[in-house]
Structures are given as structure tokens and as C-alpha cells.
């Protein structure tokens, strides 16, 4: 079975960072390509970025080239570099293995991302 537990969140003003960490347990870690997607208050949980086993990424338009999505199977962790952040990026933050925001898949239990302006 595979367990994901997110860290990293908290308040940060706008302009600033955050890393967010992914712990995975189990032993298909390297293997599996893992995302990040967001919720916002109100709104549909939505896909923030990917990483794919050979560490190929993707990301969503609004955070592109802020965001850096990075992976250590060593550590069976996926991270979430977040800078130059906005109060828009204010969010419950979960990283997964599922293919879209609404697919199945395993899912961490959620860190929250707060941004001040």
C-alpha cells in the first residue's frame, strides 16, 4: 500500500517561498509519476504539476515558471519549490499519484499554503 504525507505549508507575505515535501511510503515509489494539484477555498481542486519517473515535468499555466516540481527516490519524496508567491496561490496543497484532479489515484492528506498580501 502506499501512504503520502505532505509538509511544508504555512503563511507566507506575497513574493515569498515555500517548499512543500511529499513522503511516500512503499516500495513502487521510483516508478510512479506524481503531481501536485491545489484546492482553493470555494473552488475545484485543479493541477498544479507533474513529475513523471524519469523526471520529466509539466505545469499548470499560473505556475509556471514559479513553481518547480523535483523528485529523490533515494528519499521516496517529491517536492514543491513555490516562489515569487501570490495570495491567488492561497490553497490546500495534496501531491498524488492520479492522473487528473478528479481520477483516481492514491492522495496525501493536504498542507495548507496561505499568502498574504
Known amino acids: 500500500q502506499v501512504q503520502l504525507v505532505e509538509s511544508g505549508g504555512g503563511l507566507v507575505q506575497a513574493g515569498g517561498s515555500l517548499r512543500l515535501s511529499c513522503a511516500a511510503s512503499?516500495?513502487?515509489?521510483?516508478?510512479?509519476?506524481m503531481a501536485w494539484y491545489r484546492q482553493a477555498p470555494g473552488k475545484q481542486r485543479e493541477f498544479v504539476a507533474r513529475?513523471?519517473?524519469?523526471?520529466?515535468?509539466m505545469y499548470a499555466d499560473s505556475v509556471k515558471g514559479r513553481f518547480t516540481i523535483s523528485r529523490d527516490n533515494a528519499k521516496n519524496t517529491v517536492y514543491l519549490q513555490m516562489n515569487s508567491l501570490k495570495p491567488e496561490d492561497t490553497a490546500v496543497y495534496y501531491c498524488?499519484?492520479?492522473?487528473?484532479?478528479?481520477?483516481?489515484?492514491?492522495w496525501g492528506q493536504g498542507t495548507q499554503v496561505t499568502v498574504s498580501s
Open positions: 512503499g516500495t513502487t515509489f521510483s516508478i510512479n509519476a
Open positions: 513529475i513523471t519517473s524519469s523526471s520529466s515535468t
Open positions: 498524488s499519484t492520479a492522473r487528473a484532479a478528479t481520477f483516481p489515484g492514491y
